[in-house]
């Protein structure tokens, strides 16, 4: 049976379903496999199954301990008529790169597809751990996630769900998106910081073992939505072997080639996913990671130290705003040979310090990775660029994906098969892609310009848009980032 343990410490015998159930184990490391599966079939035969099927053989690897019937179940209440793709993760081709759009899901951002099979997976692992507590999940998000999480937890019985996200750090879409999700289950928190102070707020009240107890008396549990939590992490693994697939379908590669990624990474979730199926068997060449002007993991690749003690900017690719990345704890876990007090080492050491140093040996096991960066100036003239070129527009932080895979391209002429992780639709961030094609949208507010880009778009404009403008505003909590443990109590206790 596939076993956990935790990136700070060697744990035995945890389960799938009590990692997931959990989220963060007791002394703040991340739940990791003790041993990454191996696929168990080829990838000849994978090219004829649908996305259910295909994850259904992928998680069930990483997920032991859940029935068939039930996983099956998980997967098919997931990845239904609330995409609006058959396919789930179409690959749209343009003249000079492939795009794997992971944005067809309900709120047309990438966090859906883990977000909307989460759940599923938190109440059956509640149900096979007898957990009889109220599940709360706590999430931090930097755009996408909280959304995505309250659309998949929204009046779930047996569950809460509480998301904090930075005030002045989301664009207005995402805002709106989130302060007018309705069910009695969610509370949605303005911060007054940006989205490393709503994590490190969040990764403090999971540490609080005396608040933890205050909650257990009135019957609740924590729990992770974030990619923290594993059982967010692997359903997007699932992904990378459908872009594989979908590739030699259209005679791109055939089976057994490699193909390179490319990967706007803010929190290291997304690619690290990747990082687990190349491990599994899947061909991957380079992960190629792609930064914005927030590039401390550009700086990361490039010297091997990783330092959060820089100016935090605000950029028109919101979600990549971070200076923490906190999944990147799970790839210091492997690449060390899972030595975790040098991981906890390090942890300690950007905690009290903000920043910590790899080894040689570590930095030997990057040679995978490209890092790459682009600032707001040089993503707005990708946008542009594509958009004349090929007819086809980018959001902000697919367009920081592309920028830096041009650079990948002319620098190291790898002629290898690329798919650009496209991670959320042009929809979420109007304003900021309609000034890119066309200044003259620069004073033009979010709401206004949905239906100027909607011209640019050929089909239906996205559910998740529609009326978005007059939908009614039910979460109007803003704190400090101080005040985030006493928010949580006042909505449980």
């Known amino acids: 049976m596939s076993l956990y343990t935790s990136t700070r410490k060697k744990l035995e015998n945890i389960t799938a379903t009590q990692a997931i159930l959990q989220g963060i184990s007791e002394e703040g ?81 990438f966090k859906d597809m883990a977000l909307s099979i989460l759940p599923y997976f938190m109440l059956t692992s509640k149900k096979y751990n007898k957990e009889s507590k109220d599940i709360v999940i706590l999430t931090a998000t930097s755009g996408d996630t909280g959304k995505a999480a309250l659309e998949g937890f929204a009046n779930v019985e047996g569950t809460k769900i509480i998301v904090f996200f930075p005030e002045e ?77 979908k590739l030699i379908r259209e005679g791109k590669l055939k089976s057994g080639e490699p193909m390179n990624v490319v990967v706007p990474t803010g929190n290291f979730g997304n690619i690290l996913a990747g990082y687990y199926a190349k491990n599994m068997g899947l061909p991957i060449n380079k992960f190629i990671c792609a930064s914005n002007t927030n590039k401390v993991l550009f700086d990361f690749f490039e010297e091997g130290i990783y330092d959060r003690n820089r100016d935090f900017h605000l950029t028109i690719s919101p979600s990549m705003d971070i200076l923490i990345s906190s999944n990147l704890e799970r790839l210091l876990y492997h690449i060390s040979g899972e030595d975790t007090k040098l991981v906890t080492d390090m ?29 707001d100036e040089t993503t707005k003239a990708y946008i542009k660029k594509v958009y004349e070129e090929d007819g086809y527009l980018m959001d902000t932080h697919t367009a920081v994906a592309y920028a830096v895979y041009d650079q990948y391209t002319k620098e190291t002429e790898d002629t290898v098969p690329s798919v650009i992780i496209s991670t959320a639709s042009p929809y979420k961030f109007t304003n900021s892609v309609m000034t890119a094609i066309d200044s003259k949208h620069e004073k033009t507010d979010d709401f206004t310009l949905l239906e100027e880009m909607h011209k640019l778009i050929k089909g239906d404009m996205p559910q998740a848009m529609d009326q978005i403008a007059e939908r009614p505003i039910k979460h109007q ?17």
């Open 169 to 245: 750090g989301v664009s207005e879409v995402q805002k709106r998106q989130m302060v007018t999700q309705e069910g009695e289950n969610t509370l949605v928190v303005g911060v007054k910081g940006n989205f490393d102070d709503c994590q490190t707020g969040v990764k403090e009240i999971f540490s609080d073992k005396a608040f933890e107890k205050e909650v257990a008396d009135k019957e609740y549990k924590f729990s992770s939505a974030n990619s923290i939590n594993i059982g967010r992490l692997v359903p997007q693994v699932v992904y990378y072997f459908a872009a594989y697939t």
């Open 29 to 109: 490391g991340l739940f990791v496999p003790v041993s990454i599966p191996k696929i168990d079939f080829n990838l000849e035969e994978a090219n004829s199954w649908d996305y259910k099927e295909l994850a259904y053989r992928v998680i069930k690897l990483f997920f032991e301990d859940i029935e068939e019937k039930d996983l099956k179940y998980c997967i098919e209440h997931a990845y239904d008529e609330k995409f609006d793709n058959e396919e789930i993760t179409p690959l749209v081709t343009t003249k000079t790169a492939n795009f794997l759009e992971l944005f067809h899901g309900p709120t047309i951002a």
């Open 477 to 493: 909590t803003v704190c400090e980032v101080s005040e985030m443990k006493d928010i949580v109590r006042g909505f449980l206790i």
């Open 347 to 375: 942890m300690n050491n950007l905690k009290n310090e903000g920043k910590y140093a790899i080894t040689e040996s570590m930095k030997n096991e990057l040679s995978d990775f490209y890092g790459g960066y682009a600032d």
